[in-house]
T-cell receptor, first 116, second 114 residues
Framework: AQSVTQLDSQVPVFEEAPVELRCNYSSSVSVYLFWYVQYPNQGLQLLLKYLSGSTLVKGINGFEAEFNKSQTSFHLRKPSVHISDTAEYFCAVSPILTGGGNKLTFGTGTQLKVEL | NAGVTQTPKFRILKIGQSMTLQCTQDMNHNYMYWYRQDPGMGLKLIYYSVGAGITDKGEVPNGYNVSRSTTEDFPLRLELAAPSQTSVYFC?????????????FGPGTRLLVL
């Protein structure tokens, strides 16, 4: 089984400041890693994903995340946030399986609030 | 191209009532999913389907039923609503198996059981 921990339930930050949202996971097998964003009253949108290759993954809206296998982490970063980045961010993992299977395990989410 | 659509957006049920949450996708995706999101919690998988006529249980299936008669539709049925089913329900779809395929989410249905 997999589990995902997002230690920060809320992260306030001023506009144009950098931000890091933390994600740690636990799994006995190799996993794919994801970050989703949920704007108010909307469904989840994929920000970025790590499947293989370079451990630094770039996503939409200027976000990036780095996979650290030894620390089992996949922290999300943005060098300069905008007011429109205010949203809830979810980290998720899925075991790498052959023959099918597509089950995501989500963290509890981090509410990013960007202030002027 | 509407993507994944869900109806209704919001519903209040009394304990013991039943209802069906509708989910439709127009992307010809084989895989469809139902999640619930409780306050302060991550999404939990209720049921999923790998194609028309094939469904399987997720992490929290108790109290729910699903069917998949067409590729486009994946309704979620609550037979005897309970307060513990108060949640936000999200439907999602993906083209194929394996997480190389992105899951696309609908806007959600907010359900309150009183």
């Amino acid at each position: 089984a997999q589990s995902v921990t997002q230690l920060d339930s809320q992260v306030p930050v001023f506009e144009e400041a950098p931000v890091e949202l933390r994600c740690n996971y636990s799994s006995s097998v190799s996993v794919y890693l994801f970050w989703y964003v949920q704007y108010p009253n909307q469904g989840l949108q994929l920000l970025l994903k790590y499947l293989s290759g370079s451990t630094l993954v770039k996503g939409i809206n200027g976000f990036e995340a780095e996979f650290n296998k030894s620390q089992t982490s996949f922290h999300l970063r943005k060098p300069s946030v905008h007011i429109s980045d205010t949203a809830e961010y979810f980290c998720a993992v899925s075991p790498i399986l052959t023959g099918g299977g597509n089950k995501l395990t989500f963290g509890t989410g981090t509410q990013l609030k960007v202030e002027l | 191209n509407a993507g994944v659509t869900q109806t209704p957006k919001f519903r209040i049920l009394k304990i013991g009532q039943s209802m069906t949450l509708q989910c439709t996708q127009d992307m010809n995706h084989n895989y469809m999913y139902w999640y619930r999101q409780d306050p302060g919690m991550g999404l939990k998988l209720i049921y999923y389907s790998v194609g028309a006529g094939i469904t399987d249980k997720g992490e929290v299936p108790n109290g729910y039923n699903v069917s998949r008669s067409t590729t486009e539709d994946f309704p979620l049925r609550l037979e005897l609503a309970a307060p513990s089913q108060t949640s936000v329900y999200f439907c999602a779809s993906s083209r194929e198996a394996g997480l190389r395929e992105t899951q696309y989410f609908g806007p959600g249905t907010r359900l309150l059981v009183l």
